[in-house]
T-cell receptor, first 112, second 116 residues
Framework: SQQGEEDPQALSIQEGENATMNCSYKTSINNLQWYRQNSGRGLVHLILIRSNEREKHSGRLRVTLDTSKKSSSLLITASRAADTASYFCATDAGTSYDKVIFGPGTSLSVIP | GAGVSQSPSNKVTEKGKDVELRCDPISGHTALYWYRQRLGQGLEFLIYFQGNSAPDKSGLPSDRFSAERTGESVSTLTIQRTQQEDSAVYLC??????????????FGPGTRLLVL
């Protein structure tokens, strides 16, 4: 079963708008990561947030983590057509070797 | 090397044939993952290697799937008696553990497998 689940499954917005994607997970984690996958390509790491952090920024990306609700959100501000991609959250399973498990992803389309 | 490489990039095979997929991780990365991604779907964990520890094979979908890794270098994923349902992109990723976990996984470009 999935550790992380993103929602929505698909999101379509106009260029310049903000995009928010959510990730919920089931068990305690040490870290949560977000990755991006452009069509037909491998995944690229975006940002990591640790369990003792609540918010993190990287450029136009803002990630929040609420461990009490077992959820995280990824906000992309001032979206661009180039942001069109699938976004995945990945969590460790809390095991000693930190195996990472990916959610099913959110497909984001930014319309120029 | 500069990144994770996978070969072949594309593979078309007939149902019932065996295929072998190769992954060359980033030098020095002790952890290696294999994932399967069907069209329009998320990543499905297959197997995880970490150093000299026994691999975590919990994601392998059937006994037709197997994987090996030589030390901390190249890994091969073998699918025997392929079925049409095996058609997917097979992604490999490597990482180097860091204190506190959460190391970044570096992905290869994937092998696109089509079983006719």
């Amino acid at each position: 079963s999935q550790q992380g689940e993103e929602d929505p499954q698909a999101l379509s917005i106009q260029e310049g708008e903000n995009a928010t994607m959510n990730c919920s997970y089931k068990t305690s984690i040490n870290n949560l990561q977000w990755y991006r996958q452009n069509s037909g390509r491998g995944l690229v790491h975006l940002i990591l947030i640790r369990s003792n952090e609540r918010e993190k920024h990287s450029g136009r990306l803002r990630v929040t983590l609420d461990t009490s609700k077992k959820s995280s959100s990824l906000l992309i501000t001032a979206s661009r057509a180039a942001d069109t991609a699938s976004y995945f959250c990945a969590t460790d399973a809390g095991t000693s070797y930190d195996k990472v498990i990916f959610g099913p992803g959110t497909s984001l389309s930014v319309i120029p | 090397g500069a990144g994770v490489s996978q070969s072949p990039s594309n593979k078309v095979t007939e149902k019932g044939k065996d295929v072998e997929l190769r992954c060359d991780p980033i030098s020095g990365h002790t952890a290696l993952y294999w994932y399967r991604q069907r069209l329009g779907q998320g990543l499905e964990f297959l197997i995880y290697f970490q150093g000299n520890s026994a691999p975590d094979k919990s994601g392998l979908p059937s006994d037709r799937f197997s994987a090996e890794r030589t030390g901390e270098s190249v890994s091969t994923l073998t699918i025997q008696r392929t079925q049409q349902e095996d058609s997917a992109v097979y992604l490999c990723a490597s990482s180097s553990p860091i204190a506190g976990g959460g190391e970044t996984q570096y992905f290869g470009p994937g092998t696109r497998l089509l079983v006719l």
